[in-house]
């Protein structure tokens, strides 16, 4: 085979020419994205280039020598950091293969037909060259996509972190990332340990284009998305999140960048309101901002705990879980012993013994406005951080209450019942 290439190299030099502008002219023609990206003259010479390579290497394969794929693979990389689809490329080095042959044909049929058969060896040669040749500008294509993939998903996530920390300069930040000066934003944290990342770095999972838009930033500590609204209600997200299978805290609606870093603060603290043990779903501080009162300060939480239900949490543990469960029921039935009793499966005397038991317990009255808003900030604070039930060892048996005028500021509390 390099025999026969050396005995027609001029020819064949000359019409590798003509293969190249032909190659050229089809592919500006009929792929757009060719034409798009570069001009005539610059991709003339890269495909006339890697057509004596296939050439070369038909040669050096013959000789038992490995193909040179250096300049393939500069190609494919090349080819990744404009951009151009690797369909694209793959296609063209296809049909480059094929006018190399026409090419090879061509040329020894003009300088000897009867030596035609010999050049038939040749062709499965000379497609194992062409596809050493194209995997490797493949592999280097992908390689390098690889590479500016994660360097644009690093560059991202620095800019996240400026908007939601607040660090930096947070209006280049926002418009590096698209968005615009004023607008509706809202901020979501995720619970730490959920499934994996949560779609798309910038992604509308779970809907169509015209849903929020949403930014990921991902850290081990949390996941954090950046959802710019437009003229979706906030409540959107709880769509959007919903396919997550994940707990989330949801911060109000703002109307700049520069207020996000706040608003990533207010989702992580929405995120707090909900129990350890609660169900998937987007929690919204707007509608939890009793409990986020709470969970925004664990020392008071704790402190609230104790002085409003801990003669509760003195009990076995399995009386105070029905006397919590009651209470929260009843809190979530809108004070109502009736829905309460049909969500709890029992009676509805059950569940008035339940809830005079708790307050000869803690002392407040369920009739007392301000004594419900006390005990419901303080079952909040046990949802959210739960405290091991039972007497501890430093626990004192409850005496009687004191006879005598109860001192200002405080509510004078029942005896325990036996047992």
Excluded: K
Aim: glycine letters at 10%; a positive charge.
């Amino acid at each position: 085979m390099d025999r026969i290439i050396e005995e027609i190299r001029e020819d064949l030099t000359r019409r590798i020419a003509v293969a190249a502008d032909r190659l050229t002219d089809r592919t500006l023609t009929e792929d757009p994205a060719y034409a798009a990206l570069t001009g005539r003259a610059e991709l003339r010479e890269r495909i006339h280039h890697t057509l004596h390579q296939a050439v070369e290497g038909l040669v050096r394969s013959a000789r038992g020598l490995p193909v040179e794929l250096s300049d393939a693979r500069a190609t494919g990389a090349l080819r990744a950091g404009q951009g151009l689809p690797l369909d694209s490329l793959r296609r063209t080095y296809r049909y480059g293969g094929r006018l190399v042959w026409q090419s090879l044909t061509e040329a020894v049929a003009a300088h000897d037909r009867a030596a035609l058969p010999r050049l038939l060896p040749g062709a499965g040669a000379l497609w194992d060259v062409l596809d050493q040749m194209t995997d490797a500008a493949s592999e280097a294509y992908l390689r390098a996509g690889a590479e500016r993939g994660e360097r644009e998903r690093e560059r991202r996530a620095g800019l996240l972190d400026v908007l939601l920390d607040g660090s930096g300069p947070v209006a280049e930040a926002a418009a590096q990332l698209g968005l615009p000066e004023r607008g509706r934003f809202a901020v979501v944290v995720l619970r730490p340990g959920g499934p994996g990342t949560p779609g798309r770095p910038d992604g509308r999972p779970g809907a169509g284009p015209d849903a929020p838009r949403l930014l990921w930033r991902i850290r081990a500590d949390a996941e954090t998305g950046l959802a710019e609204l437009g003229h979706h209600p906030l409540e959107s997200l709880r769509g959007l999140l919903a396919p997550l299978g994940v707990r989330a805290g949801v911060s109000p609606v703002v109307g700049a960048p520069a207020e996000l870093a706040g608003a990533r603060r207010l989702a992580a603290l929405a995120l707090r309101t909900a129990p350890p043990s609660a169900a998937p779903g987007a929690a919204l501080l707007d509608e939890r901002l009793p409990a986020a009162l709470v969970a925004a300060d664990a020392e008071l939480a704790a402190r609230l705990r104790q002085v409003v239900l801990g003669p509760v949490l003195e009990l076995p543990a399995e009386d105070a879980r029905v006397l919590l469960t009651t209470l929260g029921t009843w809190l979530a039935c809108q004070g109502s012993t009736t829905q309460a009793a049909q969500r709890l499966y029992c009676h509805r005397n059950t569940v008035s013994n339940r809830l005079r038991r708790l307050e000869r317990l803690t002392g407040r009255a369920l009739s007392d406005p301000a004594h419900v808003v006390e005990l419901a900030l303080a079952h909040a604070a046990v949802t959210q951080h739960p405290a091991p039930a039972g007497p501890t060892p430093a626990a004192a048996p409850a005496a009687p209450a004191a006879a005598g005028p109860t001192p200002a500021g405080t509510v004078r509390r029942s005896p325990r019942p036996p047992g």
